[in-house]
Antibody
Framework: EVRLVQSGGAVVQPGESLRLSCAAS????????IHWVRQAPGKGLEWVSG????????FYADSVRGRFIISRDNSKNSLFLQMNSLRPDDTAFYFC???????????????WGQGSLVTVSS | DIQLTQSPSILSASLGDRVTITCRAS??????LAWYQQTPGKAPKLLVY???NLDRGVPSRFSGSGSGTDFTLTISTLQPEDFATYYC?????????FGPGTKVDFQ
């Protein structure tokens, strides 16, 4: 059974940093591209970032580019989202997710973390 | 960026109804469109990928169709567990984008 277990959600002040983690089991992480998707409370889904299997090619939404960094440690079957210079509009549930590869047209997989709540408030 | 619109935004239906949700893209996404189902407090669940392929374990009452800019998700006979919010997502081009969602609720 594939499981993605997230950790790291918290309440932080504007301008602070936070690191989300997603630990995978039941699969070989390196075989998949990874993504982070967020959802503000009561709102729709927003793709945030994606990273290929060996960690060499990353994509970001304009809203987070230059502030967020996606990374992975395949030896530990884990993926991360380093979030810097957090703003109130970054407040959301953050989900890790996967696809077969990072290129456009790559099949998404129904592998999702349970979500981590990040609240940015003074 | 590719914009996705969904209609309707809210769909009131009854058990056993046939339900159709539409997703329109601002430019062609070829066949690279997925549909997700989400219930409150849960992660999205992938239903359909590549416009018309049902993901493993998804009931056959769900079906997807379309290509280019116009897509539909159909539920042939609405079941109690189908009352949820449905999102389309394009993966033809970065940034990946989602539609705003269609909430299916009790009539």
């Amino acid at each position: 059974e594939v499981r993605l277990v997230q950790s790291g959600g918290a309440v932080v002040q504007p301008g602070e940093s936070l690191r989300l983690s997603c630990a995978a089991s039941g699969l070989t992480l390196q075989q998949y591209a990874i993504h982070w998707v967020r959802q503000a409370p009561g709102k729709g889904l927003e793709w945030v970032s994606g990273l290929n299997g060996d960690g060499t090619s990353a994509f970001y939404a304009d809203s987070v580019r230059g502030r967020f960094i996606i990374s992975r440690d395949n030896s530990k079957n884990s993926l991360f989202l380093q979030m810097n210079s957090l703003r109130p509009d970054d407040t959301a549930f953050y989900f890790c997710a996967m696809s077969d590869c990072i290129s456009p047209a790559c099949r998404p997989r129904d592998y999702w973390g349970q979500g981590s709540l990040v609240t940015v408030s003074s | 960026d590719i914009q996705l619109t969904q209609s309707p935004s809210i769909l009131s239906a009854s058990l056993g109804d046939r339900v159709t949700i539409t997703c329109r893209a601002s430019q062609s996404v070829r066949r690279w469109l997925a549909w997700y189902q989400q219930t409150p407090g849960k992660a999205p669940k992938l239903l359909v990928y590549d416009a018309s392929n049902l993901d493993r374990g998804v009931p056959s009452r769900f079906s997807g169709s379309g290509s280019g800019t116009d897509f539909t998700l159909t539920i042939s006979t609405l079941q109690p567990e189908d009352f949820a919010t449905y999102y389309c997502q394009q993966y033809n081009m970065y940034p990946l984008t989602f539609g705003p969602g269609t909430k299916v609720d009790f009539q």
